[in-house]
Nanobody, 126 residues
């Protein structure tokens, strides 16, 4: 069955960096769109970044220039490099996959994603 397993979360001071990883198994990875979402306490889950089967990327305006989404097709692994972290980035981060080669402008619609990881906590605090 499809499995997505995140790792790399933790606690960091403002201005610091973290790299999240998401190992995927159980499906034809290369034909899917992948995304990172986050959910802070009391807030809706929101899209952070996405990458389609051709490698095109999309970002939430609040993380543009600070976060980078990438994937390694040989390793079936999705990454999120997070730099210049801010306290408002504190949340549980989830990776997700969608059975579309590309979601276009709908990349942030969580209902379009079929599979989800269990989440990893990111805390940014001094």
């Amino acid at each position: 069955q499809v499995q997505l397993v995140e790792s790399g979360g933790g606690s960091v001071q403002p201005g610091g960096s973290l790299r999240l990883s998401c190992a995927a198994s159980g499906y034809t990875w290369i034909t899917y769109s992948m995304g990172w979402f986050r959910q802070a306490p009391g807030k809706e889950r929101e899209g952070v970044a996405a990458i389609d089967s051709n490698g095109r990327t999309s970002y939430h305006f609040s993380v543009k220039g600070r976060f980078t989404i990438s994937k390694d097709n040989a390793k079936n692994t999705l990454y999120l490099q997070m730099n210049s972290l801010k306290p408002e980035d504190t949340a549980v981060y989830y990776c997700a996959s969608a059975t579309y080669r590309s979601l276009g402008y709908n990349w942030g619609e969580k209902d379009l994603y079929d599979y989800w990881g269990q989440g990893t906590q990111v805390t940014v605090s001094s």
